[in-house]
């Protein structure tokens, strides 16, 4: 049963600390996404990847926010520094060219 | 329309009563309309993703149809039970290549037994 999976589940951290959160992408999948879930913004776009190179992260915001995929394994997304108003919940999800996205069960991120 | 728009924003309905909501989406460039569940605490799971004029699809006592030209598309649920009970978004994908989907914010159900 193939998923996505996202590490860690929660954070907790204090304003000013890095945060790296982590995605595996289900094996086969050449887009991966990253969402942040707001009360305000409900679902929206950071960035994402086709094939590992990065497409669009016109979402995300520049100065403190970065996303990688090293590998064909692992995406990741780095804060830096993290701020109060980056708490949310963080969503990865992979898919085809196009297709349906897969979503993981996200990284609950709380900035104190 | 610029923007994905849903409505209602929540509904609140009765164990086996039948419901629907809309999705309003841009019209022009259009590729793909996708559906997605989205229960309290969980992640969204995909349940229908249409690109036709006029196409309609089914799972179980769930449907959805769509209308591209005027930009809409409806999500019925026969017989509502508690376990329907989640957050319904849609999200539009246009032509470009772009693999960017502008999700709505979603209709939130509750059925109640």
């Known amino acids: 049963d193939a998923r996505v999976t996202q590490t860690p589940r929660h954070k907790v951290t204090e304003m000013g600390q890095e945060v790296t959160m982590r995605c595996q992408p289900i094996l086969g999948h050449n887009t991966v996404f990253w969402y942040r879930q707001t009360m305000m913004q409900g679902l929206e776009l950071l960035a994402y990847f086709r094939n590992r190179a990065p497409l669009d992260d016109s979402g995300m915001p520049k100065d403190r926010f970065s996303a990688e995929m090293p590998d064909a394994t692992l995406a990741t997304l780095k804060i830096q520094p993290s701020e109060p108003r980056d708490s949310a919940v963080y969503f990865c999800a992979s898919g085809l060219r196009q297709g349906v996205q897969y979503f993981g069960p996200g990284t609950r991120l709380t900035v104190l | ?113």
């Open chain 2, 1 to 113: 329309i610029l923007n994905v728009e849903q409505s209602p924003q929540s509904l609140h309905v009765q164990e086996g009563d039948s419901t629907n909501f809309t999705c309003s989406f841009p019209s022009s460039n259009f590729y793909a309309l996708h559906w997605y569940r989205w229960e309290t605490a969980k992640s969204p799971e995909a349940l229908f993703v249409m690109t036709l004029n006029g196409d309609e699809k089914k799972k179980g006592r769930i449907s959805a149809t769509l209308n591209t030209k005027e930009g809409y598309s409806y999500l019925y649920i026969k017989g509502s039970q508690p376990e329907d009970s989640a957050t319904y978004l849609c999200a539009s994908l246009t032509q470009g290549g772009s693999e960017k989907l502008v999700f709505g914010k979603g209709t939130k159900l509750t059925v109640n037994p």
